[in-house]
């Protein structure tokens, strides 16, 4: 029996009887990262990288029972080892690596290989066999350096405080919100954040992240309605856009920030002013570069441009390239 096998449950390893990022509940699982589309709740036991820890408490509750394993660190499940590895798309984010009996096996979650001075750098790991993502698995998608993107931010965001427009970032709550205010210039105003960032905020830094300078909405001494949030930027996930919050505000600009703005117009797109590339997950040519520096004979494509992944892989890189379905994925956080 091969050392994964793809079940509905998820990737099963069976000799060690564990799962990774399952999608219902089993006695054990292992998690890539605390993304809901990977991290699901009701499980036994899960482990995941060690900064991981309090995120996935965050977001599935402060009762599970979980255990956090540094990257490198290795561990043993009847007979199998064990060991994770960073995936650089959010803090927390890990590759696994299992093997057993001189089999190896990665499966990498979802990662970008292009290091975003937020997470640990992504790190190609040898193996037979690779499970890769391909959200962006297509050749239309190249992203610029992530600098040059901070500097249109900064640009658009100093215009505003100008012009007298609050400004509102729309970011997902663990990973891109975080990188985003790394690189914000506080020289322009200040950064206020929706709670479920702040939460998100909070678990991190308790784990070692720093993003600077924030202060959490709700809590924030300020008039919504007044001219004196003007010079301020607001960060908030994608959902609260027609929420309460938004309602309070006078005179603002709204921008997005995703890797779908490179496909659609910015202008109006979603209801928002401005758009912004930027992608936690690799585009098409970072995926091409970590299933090569894999060394992988078999590379197993799931969620995201999976044919076409697959076929350019088989045809063009001559790998033994498959499609895999796992239950059924629902990406919610890119």
Not at 68 to 81: C, D, F, W
Not at 126 to 135: A, D, K, L, R
């Amino acid at each position: 029996m091969s050392l994964v096998v793809f079940t509905e449950l998820g990737f099963y390893c069976p000799q060690a009887d564990v799962y990774i990022d399952p999608l219902r509940k089993v006695s054990r699982a292992i998690v890539t990262h605390a993304h809901s589309d990977h991290a699901r709740p009701g499980m036994g036991h899960y482990l995941c990288e060690s900064s991981g820890v309090e995120i996935l408490k965050l977001r599935l509750g402060k009762g599970i029972s979980v255990q956090g394993l540094a990257y490198g660190e290795t561990i043993y499940m009847n007979g199998v080892e064990i060991a994770l590895f960073p995936a650089g798309h959010v803090p927390g984010s890990a590759q696994v690596r299992l093997s057993y009996l001189g089999e190896v096996w990665v499966i990498s979650g979802d990662y970008k290989t292009v290091a975003d001075g937020l997470s640990p750098a992504f790190e190609s790991v040898q193996c037979h066999h690779f499970v890769t993502e391909s959200t962006f698995g297509l050749p239309i998608f190249h992203w610029r350096p992530q600098m040059e993107v901070f500097h249109d931010m900064n640009t658009w965001w100093q215009r505003n405080a100008e012009n007298g427009f609050t400004s509102i970032m729309l970011g997902y709550s663990l990973g891109k919100a975080q990188r985003i205010m790394k690189y914000l210039d506080r020289n322009i105003g200040d950064v206020i954040c929706h709670s479920a960032i702040a939460d998100a905020n909070m678990a991190l830094e308790s784990s070692g992240f720093t993003f600077g300078s924030w202060t959490e909405a709700g809590k924030a001494v300020v008039d919504f309605s007044s001219d004196s949030l003007s010079r301020s930027l607001l960060i908030c996930p994608p959902n609260a856009l027609n929420g309460p919050l938004m309602q309070q505000i006078g005179k603002h600009s709204v921008a997005n920030c995703s890797g779908w703005m490179a496909v659609r117009k910015s202008k109006n797109w979603g209801g928002v002013d401005e758009g912004f590339v930027l992608s936690d997950h690799a585009d098409w040519p970072q995926l091409i570069d970590a299933v090569s520096a894999s060394g992988a004979e078999h590379v197993y494509v799931t969620h995201g441009f999976t044919e076409v992944f697959s076929r350019y892989l088989t045809e063009n890189l001559s790998l033994q390239a498959e499609v895999v379905r796992v239950g059924h994925w629902n990406r919610t956080e890119e």
